[in-house]
């Protein structure tokens, strides 16, 4: 069982950065670990995912790539999102999720992952 808990959402002008933290309960160990978003009114997206490395593989929707960042410390259990020059459109509900067992490609796809977090919003104001 693994007990995710998002922090570091917030209201922010257009242009602006962020980051966000997902701290894990339970061994997340070699597993493939995501963030996603979920706008009102909008279907849940994959926004970014990590394979269980510290410095690993990573793979990013075609909206936030060169903005946004994922990184993970192992010896934390932490997951993080670094976003950058931050618009309107990334307005949403944003989710940590984690999928155990060995992570042999990061995947977007959020139907693969069974851990969720309560999720940590963020607004960007123009």
């Known amino acids: 069982q693994v007990t995710l808990a998002e922090s570091g959402g917030d209201s922010v002008q257009a242009g602006g950065s962020l980051r966000l933290s997902c701290v894990a309960q339970?061994?997340?160990?070699?597993?493939?670990m995501g963030w996603f978003r979920q706008a009102p009114g909008k279907e849940r997206e994959g926004v970014a995912s990590i394979d269980s490395e510290d410095v690993g593989r990573t793979r990013y929707a075609e909206s936030v790539k060169g903005r946004f960042t994922i990184t993970r410390d192992n010896a934390k259990n932490t997951l993080h999102l670094e976003m950058n020059r931050l618009t309107p459109e990334d307005t949403a509900m944003y989710y940590c999720?984690?999928?155990?067992?060995?992570?042999?490609?990061?995947?977007?796809?959020?139907?693969?992952?069974?851990?969720w977090g309560q999720g940590t919003q963020v607004t960007v104001s123009s």
């Open positions: 999720a984690a999928k155990p067992g060995i992570c042999w490609l990061p995947s977007l796809s959020g139907s693969e992952y069974p851990f």
């Open positions: 339970g061994s997340t160990y070699r597993s493939c």
